[in-house]
């Protein structure tokens, strides 16, 4: 039987390479947050376009809607593609479809300079904590979810950025989790850094999970 994927962990980063790191993950957030307010303007065009080859009702045609859907969101995931809906396509008091303009806004970027409290993904939730020089990483247990959120352009983003950093005594760590393996025991998928390089699991407690069992859901 194979389990579900999962994965969690704080990095202790040196203070030398906090500031690389944060806009690292920054500038990653911040282009796939412009990459989404594209898609939803693509998205508004091609309903826009429907509507003048069809008529007023084009948007009461589920069909012809879905073919638009499934036009534009290959490639996207479900939590990103419902963003990029609810910025072009919102409903009237009477339950009817209605375009709407995708602003800015509806895709808010972040500083470079300042840390976000938490980067909204889909998948996975990441942290970076200022005062702390710590990275928070999490993903939700779920069948195919280390893969799907490893493979995010933020997440990307950032283990390319760990991956160059010079680590120094003190920081580092580990992330624990299961890649869905045919065991629901957790272990440690990646180490970091001198903290990371000593850690040894019979120090902690092992996590199991139940099959079928979920983490409690994080805000992505």
Known sequence: MEYSSFESGTIKIPGKEWKGLREAVADAFNAHQRALLLHAKRLRKRLLALKAEKGSKALDDSRAVRDVVLEL?????????????????????????RLRAPKARDFAEVSRSRCAPEYGCSGFKLSLGKSTKTVTWGVPQDHGALEHARGHPVARALFEKLGTILWVRGTGGVLLGNKGELSPDAYVTQRFGPLGARFTLKRHRTHKLSPGRRQPAARL
């Open 73 to 97: 969101a290959g490639g996207c995931a479900d939590a990103d593609w419902e963003r990029v809906w609810a910025a072009a396509v919102c409903r009237d008091e009477k339950g009817k479809l």
